[in-house]
Protein backbone atom coordinates (compact mmCIF):
# COMPACT_ATOMS: atom_id res chain seq x y z
CA UNK A 1 0.00 0.00 0.00
CA UNK A 2 1.61 3.46 -1.16
CA UNK A 3 1.75 6.13 1.48
CA UNK A 4 0.59 9.81 -0.07
CA UNK A 5 3.74 12.09 -0.28
CA UNK A 6 3.23 15.33 1.56
CA UNK A 7 4.83 18.37 -1.03
CA UNK A 8 6.69 20.65 1.24
CA UNK A 9 6.36 22.75 -1.36
CA UNK A 10 3.21 25.25 -2.35
CA UNK A 11 1.41 23.31 -4.99
CA UNK A 12 -0.48 25.43 -7.46
CA UNK A 13 -2.37 22.29 -8.50
CA UNK A 14 -3.57 21.82 -4.72
CA UNK A 15 -3.19 25.52 -3.35
CA UNK A 16 -6.17 27.48 -1.82
CA UNK A 17 -5.44 30.89 -0.49
CA UNK A 18 -7.21 31.87 2.70
CA UNK A 19 -7.09 35.49 3.06
CA UNK A 20 -8.45 35.97 7.39
CA UNK A 21 -9.98 39.02 8.60
CA UNK A 22 -8.37 42.01 6.79
CA UNK A 23 -11.25 44.74 7.62
CA UNK A 24 -11.46 48.00 8.27
CA UNK A 25 -11.15 48.60 11.63
CA UNK A 26 -8.58 45.81 12.20
CA UNK A 27 -6.43 47.63 9.50
CA UNK A 28 -6.74 50.62 11.17
CA UNK A 29 -5.08 49.55 14.61
CA UNK A 30 -1.78 48.36 12.71
CA UNK A 31 1.16 50.22 12.51
CA UNK A 32 1.78 52.02 9.51
CA UNK A 33 4.79 50.22 8.07
CA UNK A 34 3.34 46.98 8.88
CA UNK A 35 -0.20 47.51 7.09
CA UNK A 36 1.64 48.96 3.78
CA UNK A 37 3.60 45.81 3.79
CA UNK A 38 0.60 43.71 4.24
CA UNK A 39 -0.83 45.64 1.13
CA UNK A 40 1.88 45.17 -1.05
CA UNK A 41 2.27 41.51 0.05
CA UNK A 42 -1.51 41.14 -0.58
CA UNK A 43 -1.49 42.40 -3.92
CA UNK A 44 1.56 39.78 -5.53
CA UNK A 45 -0.32 36.81 -3.46
CA UNK A 46 -4.22 38.07 -5.01
CA UNK A 47 -2.74 38.79 -8.50
CA UNK A 48 -0.88 35.69 -8.76
CA UNK A 49 -3.55 33.45 -7.58
CA UNK A 50 -5.92 34.93 -9.78
CA UNK A 51 -3.44 34.54 -12.91
CA UNK A 52 -2.72 31.14 -11.79
CA UNK A 53 -6.36 30.21 -11.25
CA UNK A 54 -5.87 29.47 -7.32
CA UNK A 55 -9.20 29.25 -5.37
CA UNK A 56 -9.46 32.36 -2.74
CA UNK A 57 -11.13 32.55 0.49
CA UNK A 58 -11.53 35.85 2.42
CA UNK A 59 -13.19 35.35 6.21
CA UNK A 60 -14.32 38.06 8.04
CA UNK A 61 -14.83 37.85 12.04
CA UNK A 62 -17.90 40.25 13.35
CA UNK A 63 -18.30 42.40 10.26
CA UNK A 64 -20.73 44.94 12.28
CA UNK A 65 -18.12 45.08 14.57
CA UNK A 66 -15.01 45.14 12.62
CA UNK A 67 -15.69 46.61 9.20
CA UNK A 68 -15.84 45.12 5.93
CA UNK A 69 -12.90 43.59 3.96
CA UNK A 70 -10.35 46.04 3.31
CA UNK A 71 -10.59 47.71 -0.31
CA UNK A 72 -7.08 46.48 -0.92
CA UNK A 73 -8.66 43.03 -0.61
CA UNK A 74 -11.87 43.42 -2.36
CA UNK A 75 -10.78 44.85 -5.44
CA UNK A 76 -8.50 42.06 -6.19
CA UNK A 77 -11.47 39.05 -5.27
CA UNK A 78 -13.14 37.65 -8.46
CA UNK A 79 -16.20 35.86 -9.39
CA UNK A 80 -15.13 32.78 -7.91
CA UNK A 81 -13.89 33.79 -4.82
CA UNK A 82 -16.12 32.95 -2.20
CA UNK A 83 -16.25 35.28 1.48
CA UNK A 84 -17.35 34.01 4.77
CA UNK A 85 -18.50 35.79 8.29
CA UNK A 86 -17.71 34.20 11.45
CA UNK A 87 -17.51 34.63 15.18
CA UNK A 88 -15.27 31.85 15.74
CA UNK A 89 -11.42 33.24 15.68
CA UNK A 90 -10.50 29.66 13.40
CA UNK A 91 -11.85 30.66 10.18
CA UNK A 92 -12.51 26.19 10.31
CA UNK A 93 -15.85 27.48 12.23
CA UNK A 94 -17.29 30.09 9.60
CA UNK A 95 -20.45 28.26 8.52
CA UNK A 96 -20.20 26.73 4.89
CA UNK A 97 -15.94 27.14 4.97
CA UNK A 98 -15.25 23.88 5.50
CA UNK A 99 -17.52 22.70 2.86
CA UNK A 100 -16.46 24.88 0.79
CA UNK A 101 -12.71 23.54 1.18
CA UNK A 102 -14.34 20.11 0.60
CA UNK A 103 -15.67 20.94 -3.00
CA UNK A 104 -12.17 22.86 -3.95
CA UNK A 105 -10.35 19.46 -2.91
CA UNK A 106 -7.03 21.55 -2.06
CA UNK A 107 -5.16 20.18 0.72
CA UNK A 108 -2.75 23.05 1.19
CA UNK A 109 -3.80 26.52 2.54
CA UNK A 110 -1.79 28.66 2.17
CA UNK A 111 -2.71 31.72 4.78
CA UNK A 112 -2.42 35.72 5.39
CA UNK A 113 -4.45 38.11 7.25
CA UNK A 114 -5.28 39.65 10.99
CA UNK A 115 -4.01 38.74 13.37
CA UNK A 116 -1.15 36.94 13.49
CA UNK A 117 -1.64 35.56 17.32
CA UNK A 118 -4.84 35.04 17.06
CA UNK A 119 -7.42 34.33 14.19
CA UNK A 120 -4.15 33.78 11.62
CA UNK A 121 -2.91 31.11 14.69
CA UNK A 122 -6.22 29.11 15.68
CA UNK A 123 -6.96 29.08 11.82
CA UNK A 124 -3.87 27.53 11.34
CA UNK A 125 -3.00 25.10 14.10
CA UNK A 126 -7.30 24.21 13.59
CA UNK A 127 -6.29 22.94 9.92
CA UNK A 128 -3.09 21.62 10.13
CA UNK A 129 -5.26 19.19 12.97
CA UNK A 130 -7.58 18.61 10.25
CA UNK A 131 -4.75 17.17 8.18
CA UNK A 132 -3.92 19.92 5.78
CA UNK A 133 -0.76 21.27 4.61
CA UNK A 134 -1.16 25.00 6.15
CA UNK A 135 1.64 27.62 4.66
CA UNK A 136 1.27 31.22 6.56
CA UNK A 137 3.20 33.76 4.61
CA UNK A 138 4.92 35.68 7.83
CA UNK A 139 5.50 38.68 5.42
CA UNK A 140 1.46 38.79 5.05
CA UNK A 141 0.25 38.59 8.18
CA UNK A 142 0.58 41.07 11.10
CA UNK A 143 -0.43 42.34 14.66
CA UNK A 144 -0.84 45.65 16.53
CA UNK A 145 2.35 44.42 18.64
CA UNK A 146 5.62 43.33 17.38
CA UNK A 147 5.62 40.38 20.63
CA UNK A 148 2.41 39.27 19.81
CA UNK A 149 3.77 38.69 15.66
CA UNK A 150 6.99 37.18 17.11
CA UNK A 151 4.66 35.17 19.61
CA UNK A 152 2.59 33.55 17.08
CA UNK A 153 5.67 32.69 14.74
CA UNK A 154 7.08 30.84 17.07
CA UNK A 155 3.54 29.13 18.33
CA UNK A 156 3.04 28.35 14.52
CA UNK A 157 6.13 26.38 13.89
CA UNK A 158 6.12 24.36 17.28
CA UNK A 159 2.40 23.26 15.64
CA UNK A 160 3.68 21.84 11.93
CA UNK A 161 2.87 24.93 10.22
CA UNK A 162 5.31 26.02 7.30
CA UNK A 163 6.46 29.40 7.21
CA UNK A 164 7.20 30.86 3.94
CA UNK A 165 6.77 34.62 2.30
CA UNK A 166 5.57 36.13 -0.51
CA UNK A 167 8.24 35.75 -2.56
CA UNK A 168 8.69 31.97 -1.81
CA UNK A 169 4.82 31.25 -2.39
CA UNK A 170 4.75 32.86 -6.15
CA UNK A 171 8.24 31.34 -6.99
CA UNK A 172 6.92 27.47 -5.16
CA UNK A 173 3.53 28.13 -7.75
CA UNK A 174 5.41 29.44 -10.75
CA UNK A 175 8.20 26.55 -10.14
CA UNK A 176 10.54 27.19 -13.52
CA UNK A 177 10.99 30.28 -15.40
CA UNK A 178 9.67 28.48 -17.85
CA UNK A 179 6.36 28.93 -16.55
CA UNK A 180 4.14 30.93 -18.93
CA UNK A 181 3.24 33.09 -16.16
CA UNK A 182 6.47 33.84 -15.09
CA UNK A 183 7.73 37.16 -16.88
CA UNK A 184 4.35 38.76 -15.78
CA UNK A 185 3.81 37.52 -12.02
CA UNK A 186 8.03 37.90 -11.18
CA UNK A 187 7.60 41.56 -12.02
CA UNK A 188 5.41 41.98 -9.03
CA UNK A 189 8.75 41.38 -6.48
CA UNK A 190 10.18 44.58 -6.25
Not at 110 to 131: D, N, R, Y
Amino acid sequence: MATETKSLLCDVKNSCLMIVDVQEKLSAVMPEKVINRLKTNTDVLLTAANQLKIPVIATMQYPKGLGGIENFVKDKLNETSKCFEKTSFSSLEAEGLEDHLKELDKKQIILMGLESHICVLQTAIEFTEKGYDVFVVSDAIASRKLTSYETALIRLEQAGVWLLNTESVLFEWLRDASHPNFKTLSKLIL
